[in-house]
């Protein structure tokens, strides 16, 4: 089952998430991974297969810190088992989602994604949300209503986390 966790602070927010993943590891789950809002108003991105420790391990090895964040860990339900597959999914530099449940539709709203010119690297629902929410960002004035446009196109269950560096 899959776990989100997000954090806000005045501090690094790194430690909050990856504690925040620790506390869901009884759920079971194939990987997990981070984003957070860097200083420059970047995103920063890790993910590894397997164990939170497997997470932890890449970020000892390249540390990344911001005082906004998001962490998921994953049970496959679209593609395979793999860092590209693993949550988060960015959009540019600019989006980042996690997600938790099914997008029945994506492959249509994917093809009209191909369409408009977005490339994918994995084979979830959860990167054709974030280039969603990046492709309605850039025509309405907030990140809320580009959500709440994208989450109405959607078909089946789920929850979102989303970030807008």
Known sequence: ???IVGAIAERNVVPILVEGLRRLEYRG??????AVLRDARSLGLRRAVGKVSGLQSKLDADPLAGTLGL?????ATHGGVTEQNAHPHLSGDRIAVIHNGVIENFQEIKDELLEKGYEFASETDTEVAAHLVHD???AVTSLVEAVRKATQRFEGAFALLVVDS
Request: with cysteine; proline share 0%; net charge positive.
């Open 29 to 34: 789950y194939d990987s997990a991974g981070l």
């Open 71 to 75: 962490a998921h860990t994953r049970w």
């Open 136 to 138: 309605y960002v850039k």
């Open 1 to 3: 089952m899959c776990g």
